[in-house]
């Protein structure tokens, strides 16, 4: 079984390719290059974090088109599950999770015939409800005791990582 390894340093590739400028206002993300390799046919089963379910969703059908022998099987889900799945002897040719910590698991196990490659990295943003009634300007604000703040399940980067900010 051929198994890649691509790892994302934080939370989504989505949010880099469509997120927000410093200004507020929204960019949008460009096409999705994929160019074809030579030699790639079959069915190609891609294990991915779910915050990449909607840019993963754009590249499968690019890479098909550019690779006519190919098909591509998304299973998305939290980092960590699919690190389980995969030390558990689940089949995947690629596997994308939103930390490295997952990705060092898989490497500890010697789960990946490849060698992880960092293919984008993202950052931690406050979101705020419109008008941001709270008055909520960074992290040290969120010790307020009025205010509501929802968090990621730790289980999965988004979370660890806003715990740890």
């Known amino acids: 079984m051929r198994r890649l390894a691509i790892l994302v340093l934080v939370a989504a590739l989505a949010a880099v390719a469509c997120g927000g400028d410093d200004d507020g206002s929204s960019t949008e993300a460009t096409e999705p290059a994929a160019e074809g390799i030579e030699g790639v046919e079959g069915t190609i089963t891609v294990f991915a974090a779910a915050s990449l379910t909607d840019v993963f969703e754009e590249l499968g059908p690019a890479f098909e088109e550019a690779n006519p022998d190919a098909t591509v099987e998304f ?30 698991d898989l490497v500890a196990a010697d789960a990946l015939d490849g060698v992880p490659t960092e293919f984008a990295t993202n950052f931690l943003e406050l979101a ?38």
């Open 128 to 165: 705020v409800p419109t008008g941001n009634p709270g008055d909520v300007d960074g992290l040290d604000d969120l010790a307020d005791e009025d205010l509501v703040v929802g968090l990621c399940n730790e289980e999965v980067p988004c979370g660890r990582f806003a715990r740890e900010a």
């Open 75 to 104: 299973s998305f889900g939290p980092s960590s599950g699919l690190v389980t799945q995969i030390t558990e002897g689940a089949p995947a040719d690629v596997i994308a999770t939103a930390a490295t910590s997952n990705m060092e």
